[in-house]
């Protein structure tokens, strides 16, 4: 083999090797796009949302998902989409939370009796829906 075939040879390794680099950022920027920064953008929009009244609408309906996340987390459907858990879906997710632990003591079932009757039944909320780009959500605001 000659220096000249030798050296070709790297070259065409070197060559390869960049057209593999491009590809893969040309992957990897899309990808940290949708996962990182349209959520963030996102929530920063629905907060700005939430400080107008008028952007809060009454009319939510969530729905116990029959299903579980990680570690037995209820998952629920907000206006027939999901599954998600209360913490994907509410603004104030904490707030969210303990209001849906009094709703479930103040309606005198059992847990599990309460989330078998809003399989079917709405508990209603108030929510607000955005659109980030050309992704469109809802994020619950209150209970009702």
């Known amino acids: 083999m000659t220096v000249d075939e030798q050296t070709s040879k790297e070259h065409r ?3 390869i090797a960049y057209i593999f680099a491009y590809i893969l950022l040309a992957l990897f920027i899309p990808f940290v796009f949708v996962i990182a920064v349209i ?3 996102s929530s920063m929009q629905v907060a700005q949302l939430a400080k107008n ?3 809060i609408r009454d009319n939510g309906c969530l729905l116990y998902a029959n299903k579980t996340a990680k570690h037995g987390i209820p998952m629920f459907y907000l206006n027939q989409k999901g599954p998600y858990t209360l913490r994907q879906l509410a603004i104030k997710p ?3 939370s303990r ?5 479930i003591d ?3 079932l059992s847990y599990h009796e309460f989330l078998h009757i809003h ?3 709405c508990i209603k ?3 607000i829906h955005s659109k980030t780009l050309w992704i469109s959500g809802d994020d619950i605001y209150d209970l009702q």
């Open 94 to 96: 904490d707030d969210l």
């Open 106 to 108: 103040d309606s005198g």
């Open 125 to 127: 909320v108030r929510y």
């Open 53 to 55: 009244p008028k952007n």
């Open 99 to 103: 209001k849906m632990g009094k709703l």
């Open 39 to 41: 959520p963030m953008i």
């Open 13 to 15: 390794k070197e060559r």
């Open 119 to 121: 399989t079917k039944e």
